[in-house]
T-cell receptor, first 110, second 115 residues
């Protein structure tokens, strides 16, 4: 079993929809949770960072962490075609290396 | 401010050939990471360096893979001999420190195809 599980999709939604992306994990030592966005033929770029449980909001993006369920989510409100990308969750325990999910490929249709 | 620079962007070569991928991290960053990304396995860490010293190479798949960082501004990942199953996108990333809130900055990758 992988340490981090993420549905690879693909996920296709109409413009303006609310998008929900999720990851589950098995390592209870993970404390730091991130979401990276990767456009086609580009490297991943950090989108959101959360420490421990709780919510964090940044514009149209909200990251949620539920450590009791070992479950993290990224919500995108008022989705735009420019949000079309692959979204990777990533997590780490302390100074340990980042462990990535497989990535969910998202398409927002105009 | 220049980001992480990788070269070449694309590499196509025949099985058995030596392949060398290059990376220039962001100036001032003291951590450098090499990743491999495939559809089947996603993004996997191969090796990382701190202050030019390899810290963890447990992700290097086999002895055919080697990585060096001769100075703070340059690193190479070498595959010799290459095999078709090495075909993937290889990313280099760098960060300033390994603390939790320091993001890793990725290059745009080298797309490697071994025929």
């Amino acid at each position: 079993q992988k340490e981090v599980e993420q549905d690879p999709g693909p996920l296709s939604v109409p413009e303006g929809a609310i998008v929900s992306l999720n990851c589950t994990y098995s390592n209870s030592a993970f404390q730091y949770f991130m979401w990276y966005r990767q456009y086609s033929r580009k490297g991943p770029e950090l989108l959101m960072y959360t420490y421990s449980s709780g919510n964090k909001e940044d514009g149209r993006f909200t990251a949620q962490v539920d450590k009791s369920s070992k479950y993290i989510s990224l919500f995108i409100r008022d989705s735009q075609p420019s949000d079309s990308a692959t979204y990777l969750c990533a997590m780490k325990a302390g100074a340990q290396k980042l462990v990535f999910g497989q990535g969910t490929r998202l398409t927002i249709n105009p | 401010d220049a980001g992480v620079i990788q070269s070449p962007r694309h590499e196509v070569t025949e099985m058995g050939q030596e392949v060398t991928l290059r990376c220039k991290p962001i100036s001032g960053h003291d951590y450098l990471f090499w990743y491999r990304q495939t559809m089947m396995r996603g993004l996997e860490l191969l090796i990382y360096f701190n202050n030019n010293v390899p810290i963890d190479d447990s992700g290097m798949p086999e002895d055919r893979f080697s990585a060096k960082m001769p100075n703070a501004s340059f690193s190479t990942l070498k595959i010799q001999p290459s095999e078709p199953r090495d075909s993937a996108v290889y990313f280099c990333a760098s960060s300033h420190g390994q603390t939790s809130n320091q993001p890793q900055h990725f290059g745009d990758g080298t797309r490697l195809s071994i025929l």
